[in-house]
């Protein structure tokens, strides 16, 4: 699986959107880009994916650059409930089963 | 349906003991995963299950660690000969192989395991 570079800390005003950003470069063409969130004290949460399209559900949008080399997540309207760390991952899709290769995430800090 | 369950939530142990965790997946979930998260790290894979059929063993996984999942349902994960070195959280997660998410993996709360 691609490796993935993230900033390790942002920050973000409550209200405002949080754009997250998230490089990988080494991405092959079967490589999705998969976000996952972890509040302090509990498992990873998913909270988006995709393969070249730009993605949105009701958590987030997924903004991945026309050569897939890095993506952005963006929560549109961050809470407090949104600080996390949050964890870019590219693996293979299909129907390998898929296990996570996390790296350190970026901390979001979300403050009033 | 209540999400992946883990138990116990906390268990602290003397070095040497055996430890044993237990996780259950959402029903009808196919796959299940073990991962190991040390402090300011981010998860690590240990072992996955298709089923009942342990799939892929990380090399994290030493000898004293053996995971089962016998009826392809919960599943155990048991720690021999603990050593200071195995505090971490160990989550569970289970995915279901099948349907418009089936790659997405659903997380436990975990158990923090600390060995003096």
């Known amino acids: 699986d691609a490796k993935t570079t993230q900033p390790p800390s942002m920050d973000c005003a409550e209200g405002r959107a949080a754009n997250l950003p998230c490089n990988h470069s080494t991405i092959s ?9 972890q509040i302090h004290s509990q498992g990873p949460q998913y909270i988006i994916h995709g393969l070249k399209n730009n993605e949105t559900n009701e958590m987030a949008s997924l903004i991945i650059t026309e050569d897939r080399k890095s993506s952005t997540l963006i929560l549109p309207h961050a809470t407090l409930r949104d600080t996390a760390v949050y ?22 800090t979300v403050h009033p | 349906d209540t999400g992946v369950s883990q138990d116990p939530r906390h ?14 997946p959402i029903s009808e979930h196919n ?28 090399r994290l ?7 089962e999942r016998p009826k392809g349902s919960f599943s155990t ?34 158990t923090r395991l600390t060995v003096l």
């Open chain 2, 11 to 24: 268990k602290i142990t003397k070095r040497g003991q055996n430890v044993t965790f237990r996780c259950d």
């Open chain 2, 31 to 58: 796959r299940l995963y073990w991962y190991r998260q040390t402090l300011g790290q981010g998860p690590e894979f240990l072992t996955y299950f298709q089923n009942e059929a342990q799939l892929e063993k990380s």
């Open chain 2, 61 to 67: 996984l030493s000898d004293r660690f053996s995971a």
């Open chain 1, 29 to 37: 063409g079967n490589e999705y880009v998969y976000w996952y969130r």
């Open chain 2, 77 to 110: 994960l048991e720690i021999q000969r603990t050593e200071q070195g195995d505090s971490a959280m160990y989550l569970c997660a289970s995915s279901p192989g099948r349907g418009s998410s089936y790659n997405e993996q659903f997380f436990g709360p975990g």
């Open chain 1, 87 to 108: 964890y870019c991952i590219v693996r293979a899709g299909g129907t390998s089963y898929g296990k996570l290769t996390f790296g350190q995430g970026t901390i979001l």
